[in-house]
């Protein structure tokens, strides 16, 4: 699932360290660990519009509010043994996908990674085009959440 906000400043950073020649200088540097932020923030945002979503239905003002604070106490991190948590009873669903795709998890967790060592201690040593192609892929751990989050149930009924 591809971001339109993160791919919009992909192509600015790209652009501006082409133009610029800054490619391996410590703007790169900044640049990356912006994009870094950024892209957990987009995640971050795009998960909550799902589950929003999954609840669309739900009519009573009062349980929809008391979803969001639900949502906005427990959901912490986009980490993806975290976001699994998130999908009872939708849980296999996701955890088959990811094991099926254990690149795609990898790509998409170095990103958070990264950015939690941005955020909470010496930075990042990720380069622009390690985090690009981090994205590329690793993006696609947001398409598994919303398969099994937004699944019709009944296509679902597979026992383990």
Do not use: W
Request: one cysteine or more; charged letters at 30%; a negative charge.
């Amino acid at each position: 699932m591809r971001l339109a906000r993160i791919d919009r400043t992909l192509e600015k950073c790209e652009e501006h360290l082409s133009d610029t020649d800054a490619f391996g200088t410590e703007i790169e540097s900044l640049l990356t660990q912006s994009l870094l932020v950024i892209m957990c923030a987009e995640f971050e945002r795009k998960i909550k519009e799902l589950i929003r979503e999954k609840c669309s239905s739900v009519e009573d003002e009062s349980i929809v509010e008391f979803m969001e604070s639900c949502i906005n106490a427990v959901f912490r991190s986009i980490r993806v043994n975290e976001i699994s948590g998130l999908l009872n009873p939708y849980k296999e669903r996701f955890t088959q996908k990811i094991m099926d795709n254990k690149i795609q998890e990898t790509l998409y967790s170095n990103i958070i990674t990264n950015r939690n060592q941005v955020a909470h201690a010496e930075g990042s040593n990720a380069t622009f085009k390690d985090v690009k192609e981090f994205y590329e892929e690793g993006h696609i751990v947001l398409d598994f959440f919303s398969e099994a989050l937004l699944e019709d149930d009944t296509d679902s009924s597979s026992g383990s």
